[in-house]
């Protein structure tokens, strides 16, 4: 029988110098016990796993809209994929795969419906009224919003996932760490987290938007990576069939999961680093991809950005998005008894905008629609 305290012994064992030991965690904010027969950081996985936002994500938007399709990435099977390429990495390079599960499973609970768009919308509405972003909303609900305890709000997680959650960054997000020493990097675990977001975020877009239509093999002609998934599998055309198309898909993410554990190795044994802080004090992240593979990402990101990000279906889609959002939240406002009672009772806590704005940005695709129908559609049920 494996207890907490020979789990943290195995970590001893087998994580690397820099990888962080759950037994040397800076601890929960509200003092507890911890549990008899998981790690600090592995408590925090199932913590988060249980919430009500994670659920939620099962219908939100990744980049199609939830009713157009039962086999397109959601918010949920997106966050799943990032954390089984996360810990994959983290076990490679010999950090905690806990902790980067952790920050894996929670890096999406802030996002609002309908993707993007609708976090753009929040922000404008949010503008006055203490701003709108993903990353801060994801720390609101591990640590405040989330009400599972009679102690205290929250989840009460470990510091150290909780930094990793706010140090969430990509080409899209910028993290504001002004509590979570903000002098330091991102440990490696969340490096590791933040690389594997990007890696699966690229490589499942380009395959929905294959499956769908709006991309086609001979728009991708003369993209580097493309044309060496299409030597690799031996595909010939014209038509790319199902098969061949989660092939090259699989190839494309091995491709990268190879090039960034080898490139961040390198990294890390260049910056000889003997603990976990060694890392977060350098000028430059340890997990990364090399010079080469970093160019060709670029194209395939630029391509992507280009013919599904800005397709005419996707921007029509985030043109209702806004006004669904943007009547909502107006509507909410001028009339906060049409609420639900237990949304109005906490406006006196946190002030009507943000008090909405918690509401909407919990709210799933088909949840918003419903309620722009009930509000705004004579013949709906309210």
């Not at 980067?100 to 509405?125: M, N, Q, R």
């Not at 993903?134 to 102690?151: A, C, G, W």
């Not at 987290?193 to 929905?208: C, P, R, S, V």
């Not at 593979?293 to 194209?299: E, G, P, S, T």
Request: proline fraction near 4%; hydrophobic fraction near 35%.
């Amino acid at each position: 029988m494996n207890t907490r305290m020979e789990l943290e012994a195995l970590e001893d064992r087998y994580l690397a110098p820099y990888g962080i030991r759950s037994k040397h965690s800076k601890g929960r904010q509200y003092p507890e016990n911890e549990a008899e027969y998981r790690t600090a950081f592995q408590r925090d996985r199932d913590r988060i796993l249980h919430t009500t936002a994670f659920r939620r994500l099962e219908y939100k938007t990744q980049v199609f809209i939830n009713y157009e399709g039962d086999y397109y990435r959601t918010r949920l099977t997106h966050t799943l994929e990032v954390t089984q390429i996360g810990r994959t990495i983290a076990r490679a390079l010999g950090v905690n795969e806990d902790l980067v599960e952790a920050i894996c499973l929670a890096h999406d609970l802030g996002h609002p419906p309908f993707g993007h768009s609708g976090e753009a919308t929040l922000a404008k509405l949010m503008r006055d009224h203490g701003g709108f972003d993903h990353n801060k909303q994801s720390l609101r609900i591990v640590t405040f919003l989330e009400r599972r305890y009679p102690d205290f709000p929250g989840l009460n997680l470990t510091w150290e996932t909780r930094e990793g959650i706010v140090k969430h960054e990509s080409e899209y997000d910028v993290a504001d760490a002004r509590e979570y020493n903000p002098e330091l990097r991102a440990s490696i675990e969340a490096q590791i987290a933040n690389a594997a977001d990007e890696l699966a975020y690229t490589a499942h877009d380009l395959d929905d938007g294959l499956r769908s239509g709006m991309i086609t093999p001979t728009m991708l002609e003369g993209i580097p990576l493309w044309e060496i998934l299409v030597e690799s599998v031996g595909w010939r055309g014209p038509e790319l069939d199902e098969l061949s198309r989660h092939r090259m898909i699989r190839r494309l993410i091995g491709l990268e999961v190879t090039d960034l554990v080898h490139t961040s190795d390198l990294l890390i044994k260049e910056a000889r680093l003997s603990c976990p802080e060694d890392a977060q004090r350098l000028p430059y992240n340890v997990i990364a991809f090399s010079e080469e593979m970093y160019r060709r990402n670029r194209a395939l990101k630029d391509f992507l950005f280009k013919n599904l990000y800005r397709h005419p279906r996707v921007v029509r889609m985030h043109t209702k998005a806004e006004r669904i959002l943007t009547e909502l939240f107006n509507a909410y406002r001028s009339e906060p008894r049409i609420l639900p009672r237990h949304i109005q009772d906490t406006i006196e806590e946190r002030g009507l905008e943000r008090a909405i704005c918690d509401y909407i940005a919990g709210m799933t695709d088909r949840f918003a629609v419903e309620e722009y129908n009930k509000l705004f559609e004579p013949l709906t049920k309210p």
